[in-house]
């Protein structure tokens, strides 16, 4: 296999040479070719002696032709385009040809790198500038050796395809002129067309990046960008980058098994799916098998399903079983070719082209079939002359029920969750799916915080900090934080309390559990008697997996709190991940350590694995338990409690145990179960403390702050009495009532009381007490007398967990410069759950100030810069944008002035910098929401400010510096565009 190398330059003849020594060092059965646009710096002259193949233009063309024409020298199998401000390194090209020639649904593939935005990115620990290179580069490609990722979006400094196909594709599209979005738009047009885009791990290229767009002194980067944007919305009618990353309707294959299962055919089958198939389900609908079938699901990481016998039971069951909006049917060892696979995968990235409800779809069938009684030698229906010889082609859409019935034709692919609907722009009625109201019909990336509350727990949740403290020790940001509310005498009442929360932001919602337990029962096929005395035991998880609408579900009981705050949750998620046979995980239950390493099957570093189930804390796959799988027995799960009847977690350990599914549990952390105690304020002249405290809570619950106050007061006194006695008091004691106290006083118009009350609350408070926090930030306002005032200005900073040091930094500045001012502080974090420009979007959205202004969380504010931004909001409170100078620090290099403004060219001098203004300066907030960022990571703010700094007509300066960052050079790709012509 020969592959041809197309390399553009542009000048940069020490990057041009470096690439060329290390191509011809590591790479071998390859002919090069180098495009030259227009070089001035002696390139052209060094490639006419060269002995290359070499096109020689005499001006810059751009990206996009110059790779067109080394295309059209090619003479290869493969081309690979590669940028020449690269060091390849060994192997590369090997394992790069590997990935093409194994996967047949591939369409391009590209490396991993050190300086590339998105997933290709890796830490690459060596330097100074490529001193350690090679070693690091053999030795990541021997631990990855042959592994690979699927991404929607390859960035373009080094890509591989089939010559054939680069010909057919046409190339890059040469209407996006010198640079940007020609990449993107290639990888949207292989994508609609069916193809794979995947990354060979196990190949590293080394990228200095962005060094031939530096050298354009002529050419404005974000101009560029705009340029390439506006022709990218005018071809697709929007950003192509965006419709990459748009989530596409996706397929669950199910393959039936009627007895012994045959390996090779099973992996035959798994193969021709490989790419297609987003979740892949066992299905063994035989009388004899069963242990076969789901030893083969466990060694592949398959999830099993047992159904009744008959292929039609089976296929009922996986329609049932089935997670993704489509599902297939495969018996073991029929195939996919490649060429349907691919227009499947065509049709499911075309929303204006959906597939039928029920789809005929071609496949490569056995002569004979083990378990498919009749079916020797079947021939393809004479009404499908053009199947090929050993295809069949469904002939009519069948039902599931019909299929005992269909000989030649039967139904391979039918909707199983809600179709895609292109003139209603989103998802139709369900098919097939008993689903009432309806469960979420895609989900969300991400994890739900869920718990319940009923008669005897709800005072405890819900009037103490106890759930926020329960939350905030996972560190980590749940997607949504939702609270059941089961069994209690006055729903009106604690919903009304836990609306509250939802108002301060501890929860997302508040559900009533009995308002959706009927259609819950209804979708799993369950019914209120099936529990055998388990009902009210078990009806909250169900519903809350019901309605879950993201891929994860953390289930954490009220009377459930972690030994110390912990992230467990990040590793498990990892785990699960790779797994699949994993589905289940949590932290060691009661501090049990010795116990948990008794019961695993297996410890594998910070991880037990085995069977079990508890209902107490539970992290699940939302579509592994959004199924009809509550319905299996196993001798071992008979342990459970017998006053519960048919639990919920019983069934759960039944399902697993049968379908040989495994439970994590992650041995570096604990929680701990302590049944709560009876919120009814009955007093117990024993304890007088405990009874005072309920009694105030009791009060609280009816509204009545007076009462309530001289409980907790006397609350608190008896705690003195208490512990000068030698009584063992329950710690939370010393400190709740004065905080349930603050309340009462704050409600009852005391301020200084509450104040007082909240400071002697913090003295016996674990640390870090977020109700003390917040008690202190809004009482401190009150009576300063602030608050009244709408905020001037909003400052929005985006950050991620592993920056919260510097965040901190920030944050302590910027409170001390705004207290007692106008200023609105908002920061969002998130672990890279949403891209950068997502959160800006959101904290847009959030914002409430008159201008608002971005603050990178890694830079830094000058002393003075709320003060003079709000000076210059009074003084001109009808300007579009508020400019000010900032500090550039570069690699020890003299600081720069950089100034902004739009009277100003993107350019350098002697003295600094000049630029547009960008998303630091303060823009009037109904002008900055005018324009979306992009949902990216990387470019979104350079972008954004182009199209917002158009609109700009009034601007006020301010001439002084109020901001200074650290600068890096970065590739192009950090501005999310295409290749730069080099």
Known sequence: MKTSIVILTHNQLDYTLRCLESVQAHTSDYELIVVDNGSTDGTAELLRQSGFKTELNRRNEGFAKGCNQGLALAEGDNVLFLNNDTVVTAGWLEAMERLLEREPLCGMVGPVSNYVSGPQRVDAPYGPGIDGLEPFAAQRAAGWRGRSWELPRLVGFCLLLRRRLALEMGGFDEGYGLGNYEDDDLCLRLRRDGWRLLVACDSFVHHYGHVTMNALEDQDLSMLLEQGRQVARAKWGEDPVELLYRRSPAVSCSIGIGGEADEAALDATLASIRGLADEILLVHHGREGWERTARLGRERDLKTVRAELGEPAGARAALEEAGREHALWLRAGEELAPEEARRLLARLRRPEEPLAAIEPVRLRVPTAQPGAAGREGMQVPAAQPEAAEGERLAAE??????????????????????????????????????????????????????????????????????????????????????????????????????????????????????????????????????????????????????????????????????EEPTDWLRPCLERMRLQRSIVAANPVPNGRMDEAAREALLTDGDFHLGYGFSDQCYLVRTLDFRARIYGERHPASERYPAYGGELFEKRVDAWMRVSGFMRLTWRRGSYWHRTLRSSEPELDLSAPALACYRAGAKAMEELDYESASVWLRLADLAVSCERQLGRRLDPDLRWLPRLQLAVCDDRLGRPELAWLSNEAAAVHAPPGQRSIEANREMMAERMSGGGSEQPLLSVLIPSLPERSASLSVLLERLRAQSHGRPVELLALTDNRLRTTGAKRNALLELAQGKFVAFVDDDDRIADGYAERLLAAIRSEPDADCIVFDVRVHADGSPSRLCRYGIELDHGSDAEGYTRKPNHLMAYRRELALRHRYLDIGYGEDDEWAARASADIVVQHRIEAVLYEYDWAPKPLSWYGAARSPS
């Open 397 to 562: 859409a069948v039902q599931p029920t019909r299929l005992r019935d269909a000989a030649a034709s039967r139904l391979v692919l039918a909707s199983a969750r809600p179709r895609w609907d292109a003139a209603a722009g989103g998802y139709a009625a369900p098919l097939a799916r008993p689903t009432g109201g309806g469960p979420a019909p895609v989900l969300r990336p991400g994890v739900t915080f869920e718990t319940k509350c009923y008669e005897r727990d709800w005072r405890e949740l819900l009037l103490t900090d106890r759930l926020s403290r329960a939350i905030a020790q996972h560190r980590f940001p749940f997607a949504e934080r939702i609270l059941y509310v089961n069994n209690v005498e006055r729903p009106e009442l604690v919903l009304r309390h836990a609306r509250r929360l939802v108002d301060e932001g501890v929860l997302t919602d508040c559900v009533l559990v009995d308002e959706h337990s009927e259609e819950a029962l209804l979708f799993f096929g369950l019914t209120e008697e099936d529990f055998q005395g388990g009902y009210r035991y078990s009806i909250a998880e169900l519903v809350a997996l019901y309605r879950c609408r993201t891929e994860y579900l953390l289930h954490y009981a009220g009377d459930c709190m972690l």
